[in-house]
């Protein structure tokens, strides 16, 4: 039986919230570059990190406009652990995210099919800030406007591969970098079909679901 005193002390779960990060990639050359920020010091999630332009799921994003919804790949894929509602709500999160945070637009309204789904991440239980993650891809070409943003993000620009990856990262970014460089390595078509989804877990490598 659980010791009651250990019961009683013991931290209350917070819910993991939504949300969305949009991972816009540079493919020229050999080497992918990434856009990516340092979030400032006094962030409550992940201060001084890099990290990908995102943010949580707004109530408005799950009925906000689109030129183009999302794919039918993607949004299957996004729908193995959300409804048809939250999956467009985390596609327009990303698209409102990076205007927010990038200065860089996918349109107005956003076009979603430009979109892919590559992974999702859950922020541990013992976290007191938690967040459900699901990370997405569009590539540089479908972007438009001029770098900026609103400062959330510091040192804001594209980064290779292998320079991002050999700085001190969190692990979550840095295994996400990882499904990235595999997700690259893919056909279009495996791409647009896959099986499963990977998601990561407590850190414990990635799963498939």
Request: hydrophobic share 45%; proline share 8%.
């Amino acid at each position: 039986m659980p010791d009651d005193a250990a019961l009683a002390v013991r931290p209350k779960t917070v819910r993991a919230r939504h949300a969305a990060s949009l991972i816009v990639v540079r493919l020229r050359g050999k080497e992918p570059h990434m856009l990516m920020g340092m979030r400032g010091a006094r962030h409550r999630f992940m201060p001084n990190r890099l990290v990908f332009p995102g943010g949580r799921v707004d109530p408005a994003d799950m009925t906000a406009p689109c030129a183009a919804p999302l794919s039918p790949h993607t949004e299957a894929a996004l729908r193995r652990k959300a409804t048809v509602r939250l999956a467009h709500g985390l596609g327009a999160a990303a698209a409102r995210e990076l205007l927010e945070e990038t200065g860089l637009s996918l349109g107005s309204p956003p076009r979603l099919d430009v979109l892919h789904y590559l992974a999702r991440a859950v922020t541990p239980p013992a976290s007191p800030i938690r967040f459900n993650a699901r990370f997405l891809v569009v590539e540089e070409q479908y972007v438009s406007g001029t770098l900026g943003g609103d400062g959330e993000l510091e040192e804001l620009r594209f980064y290779g591969m292998q320079e991002v990856l050999a700085l001190d990262l969190a692990t979550p970014t840095r295994r996400v970098l990882e499904r990235l460089a595999i997700w690259l390595g893919m056909t279009e078509a495996e791409r647009n079909c896959p099986e499963k989804t990977p998601v990561l877990l407590r850190d414990r490598g990635w799963l498939m679901e």
